[in-house]
Structure formats: structure tokens, C-alpha cells
């Protein structure tokens, strides 16, 4: 019964290289959310997607945060040519499907610790 | 717009006390409320959470919750702190018309023995 999926579990990129965080979500769910976590600032929601599909990305820096849900494979968030700032753990999340308003939990993988050098 | 808040960014006390995390949230629709606990270096777990039906919502690990209307609160209390319990704990809110959720800034629990 696998959880949500995060890999790489730790990244180490130098300024200006670019970052990959993947992420499955667990079996049967099709929404995939992406938070990020800065110490005392709580998570902060990045982005919401369903099957190839971007829903709501109102969280996402406007310049080199993209992110990615296709048809077959892991969601993937991307962060381009990366700075100190972007050190952070990013989280993703899952749910089978969302009522309106969200009545459900979301679940929760063991998160990507992205350090900047 | 949904918000939520959560006084004091750490908590301590001593195994066997009374644990109090409290969490107050803004929702301009009738409000989903969840607890979450983080573990260092893991991922987050529900606790519990409040989807309209009883106002009092147990959890896992003995944790209960209240849901008060006219205080817009939603407190997470257990009657006796063990060690284990030593955590982060965040309160999210949802109910706007997608499915994120909207968390606090968290409280780190300390638990002395």
C-alpha cells in the first residue's frame, strides 16, 4: 500500500543549475499539490494539478517554477537555474478527488530537501 | 479568503500535562478544519479534522479537537503528554473552491520528562 511517492529525498544543486523533484501520488488519486516549506513559515501551497492539467498555480514564483502532471508518469516541479533562496523542502500531496468545497484529507509525501549552494 | 492561525511557535511541557495547541482560522465559507503532525525530516500525518458534523473530533495518539464557531477556533488538546509527542503540529483550513489546503505556521510541541 504505497504512499506518496518523493524522490530524491535530498538534491544539492549549485546556483544557477537546475532542480527536478518528482513525485507519484498514491494509487488511485488524481490531484497532485505542491507545497514548499521554509523553516518557521509553515508551507506555503505552490501548486494544484490534475492529470495534465495545471488547476491552480497561484503559489508558484512567476519566473522559474514550472510544474508538471502528464498522462503517464510522476508530477514533476522543475525550478530553473536555481538560487540560495530556493533551499527549502518541497512537499507533495495527494487526493483522490476534490468536492467543492474539499472535504477530504490530503496525503502527504516525505518531502524533497532541496539545498543551494 | 481562507487563513489560519497559530499562536505560539513553540510549545513545552512536561510528559504527563496537558497538551494545547491552539489554531485560529478566517474562512469566509463554512470552514474544513484539519490537524497535521510533522515529524522531523518526514512528511505530514493527519491528526484529525472537522467536516461539519460533531463539533468535537478525536484523533489519532489521543488527540481531540474542538470546533467553536463564534470563537473561529479549532484548539488541539490530549489530557496527558507522552514523549513521542514531540512534533510539529500544523491547523489548515480549506473550503474555497479548489483543493488546496491553507496551513498555519506550525508549533513545535517539546515535551520535558
Known amino acids: 500500500n504505497a504512499g506518496v511517492m518523493q524522490n530524491p529525498r535530498h538534491l544539492v544543486r549549485r546556483r544557477g543549475q537546475e532542480a527536478r523533484l518528482r513525485c507519484s501520488p498514491m494509487?488511485?488519486?488524481?490531484?497532485v499539490y505542491w507545497y514548499r516549506q521554509l523553516p518557521e513559515e509553515g508551507l506555503k501551497f505552490m501548486v494544484y494539478l490534475q492529470k495534465e492539467n495545471i488547476i491552480d498555480e497561484s503559489g508558484m514564483p512567476k519566473e522559474r517554477f514550472s510544474a508538471e502532471f502528464p498522462k503517464e508518469g510522476p508530477s514533476i516541479l522543475r525550478i530553473q537555474q536555481v538560487v540560495r533562496g530556493d533551499s527549502a523542502a518541497y512537499f507533495c500531496?495527494?487526493?483522490?478527488?476534490?468536492?467543492?468545497?474539499?472535504?477530504?484529507?490530503?496525503?502527504f509525501g516525505e518531502g524533497s530537501r532541496l539545498t543551494v549552494l | 479568503a481562507q487563513s489560519v492561525t497559530q499562536l505560539g511557535s513553540h510549545v513545552s511541557v512536561s510528559e504527563g500535562a496537558l497538551v494545547l495547541l491552539r489554531c485560529n482560522y478566517s474562512s469566509s465559507v463554512p470552514p474544513y478544519l484539519f490537524w497535521y503532525v510533522q515529524y522531523p525530516n518526514q512528511g505530514l500525518q493527519l491528526l484529525l479534522k472537522y467536516t461539519s458534523a460533531a463539533t468535537l473530533v478525536k484523533g489519532i495518539n489521543g488527540f481531540e479537537a474542538e470546533f467553536k464557531k463564534s470563537e473561529t477556533s479549532f484548539h488541539l488538546t490530549k489530557p496527558s503528554a507522552h514523549m513521542s509527542d514531540a512534533a510539529e503540529y500544523f491547523c489548515a483550513v480549506s473550503g474555497g473552491s479548489q483543493g488546496n489546503l491553507i496551513f498555519g505556521k506550525g508549533t513545535k510541541l517539546s515535551v520535558k520528562p
Open positions: 494509487k488511485g488519486h488524481s490531484h
Open positions: 500531496a495527494s487526493s483522490p478527488a476534490v468536492g467543492t468545497p474539499n472535504t477530504g484529507e490530503l496525503f
